[in-house]
């Protein structure tokens, strides 16, 4: 147990003063980006393979070479738990944006951070911010940026995949972008929900090849297919 709260404290303020230093020196690459968030969202993968390579978290990638270098995409993962961003900004080797609670954003400096680099809120509690959600999605695709999804909506508390929310790839149908599944497995242990506890574990990550939406006949097997392709990689 005093392992663990040691591991956790070096982690926040690990994070923290990153945090603070990236941002800083962030700011002056600012004036030389044609793209207001994008070097906020580089310097957001640098600080997450930071963050995981000194906190101890040993990810172990496998299928990169699934992922299209030049088109947009939606990023389709399972959610085990609170690192799992962390690990996925550390490990893919593109640009993408996704969803955050709408209660981060009242962070100071991080809050700021978070609209800089391009993440939208989101809030669970109303049927219509589901609506905006998908319509964000849409316009960010057509930007040509990708966006990170968690069909689950929400991360496991037992640590197997869940259920896959109807809706939850609907943009990928509008938008005709191509799915990339992402399966994370052991995450769940390393901070599982309602803890703050923070404990190095180690990680795998897989990624399938694409999925495409052709048609809205065919949209229901297809959310079938991207989570039994997850399941088959965890």
């Known amino acids: 147990m005093l392992q663990r709260i040691f591991h956790s404290v070096f982690f926040y303020l690990l994070t923290v003063v990153s945090f603070l230093v990236g941002t800083t020196i962030t700011l002056f690459f600012v004036p030389f980006s044609r793209s ?4 906020f969202q580089i310097a957001g993968h640098i600080w997450a393979r930071f963050l995981t390579f000194f906190s101890g978290v040993k990810v172990q990638v496998s299928g990169l070479e699934n992922i299209p270098r030049d088109k947009a995409l939606i ?14 900004l550390a490990c893919l080797p593109i ?51 990708s966006v990170l999804i968690f069909p689950e909506g929400t991360r496991t508390k037992t640590g197997e995949l869940g259920r896959f929310k109807r809706g939850s790839l609907l943009a990928a149908l509008k938008s005709r972008a191509p799915i990339i599944p992402i399966a994370i497995s052991g995450s769940f242990n390393i901070m599982k929900k309602g803890s703050w506890l923070f404990h190095p574990c180690p990680v795998k990550l897989s ?3 694409p999925i495409e939406i052709k048609s809205e006949a065919d949209y229901d097997n297809k959310i079938a297919e991207v989570r039994e392709t997850i399941a088959r990689m965890l």
């Open 75 to 88: 990023l389709a993962s399972n959610h085990q738990g609170a690192a799992d961003i962390l690990i996925l």
């Open 95 to 145: 640009n993408f944006r996704f969803a955050i609670k709408k209660e981060l954003f009242k962070i100071p400096i991080f809050g700021w951070y978070l609209k800089k680099a391009g993440y939208f809120s989101i809030d669970r509690k109303l049927v219509l911010s589901a609506y905006r959600t998908v319509e964000a999605v849409i316009e960010i695709i057509k930007a040509g940026e």
């Open 36 to 39: 207001s968030h994008k070097p």
């Open 207 to 209: 990624v399938g090849k």
